[in-house]
């Protein structure tokens, strides 16, 4: 079936390195997507991996492995304002997101 | 500022009546979409759309119906609400066209259903 997992919560220390793994089991695969969401905000988008490897974007990286089912968002140069969860997303073959059901990462001074 | 606009951000409500959320997009984003999101639970999908005058169901639609007249607007309704209907409501659009098809996110109505 359809599986997103990624870990519930993570802490780091401000100033640090933290990476964030989200592992998936979907019906065909179209792209894997990850997004910030503030508390009490919308989501926002951050990186999006449709071949393997791994994509920059100033402090935040995001890896693909489409043969292991796996990704990671990485996040170097901890700020406070990094506070948020972390949404993984997998587009299957039909177009259709599925969602996981994000990492809240809390960033300590 | 272009975006997504919904409506109301906030409402309380009792279980039985009718409710509309509004969404309207300044982008003039082909596809539109409405999720709700639980604690503890991904996003998941209620309807979309892919182009004005067409509709379809995701995840979870029983409960909900859509309209899209045109382009900007795609308004969710509840016809009978119901306290399981109680959640954080977001509607996104994007861009079908694109290869990404990112997402854009409203700010969201928190709706709670006694």
Redesign the interface.
């Given at each position: 079936g359809q599986n997103?997992d990624q870990p519930t919560e993570m802490t780091a220390t401000e100033g640090a390195i933290v990476q964030i793994n989200c592992t998936y089991q979907t019906s065909g695969f179209n792209?894997l997507?990850w997004y910030q969401q503030h508390a009490g905000?919308?989501?926002?988008?951050l990186s999006?991996n449709?071949l393997d490897g791994l994509e920059e974007k100033g402090r935040f990286s995001s890896f693909l492995s489409r043969s292991k089912g796996y990704s990671y968002l990485l996040l170097k140069e901890l700020q406070m304002k990094d506070s948020a969860s972390y949404?993984c997303?997998v587009?299957e073959s039909n177009?259709?997101?599925?969602?996981?059901?994000?990492t809240k990462l809390i960033i300590k001074p | 500022i272009a975006g997504i606009t919904q409506a109301p951000t906030s409402q309380i409500l009792a279980a039985g009546r009718r409710m509309t959320l509004r969404c309207t997009q300044d982008m003039r984003h082909n596809a539109m979409y409405w999720y709700r999101q639980d604690l503890g639970l991904g996003l998941r999908l209620i309807h979309y759309s892919n182009t004005a005058g067409t509709t379809g169901k995701g995840e979870v639609p029983d409960g909900y119906s859509v309209s899209r007249a045109n382009t900007d607007d795609f308004p969710l309704t509840l016809a009978s609400a119901v306290p399981s209907q109680t959640s954080v409501y977001f509607c996104a659009s994007s861009d079908r066209t694109s290869g990404a098809n990112v997402l854009t996110f409203g700010a969201g109505s928190r709706l709670t259903v006694l």
């Open positions: 997103i792209g997507f905000e919308a989501p926002t988008f999006y449709v949404l997303a587009r177009y259709q997101l599925i969602w996981g059901a994000g | -």
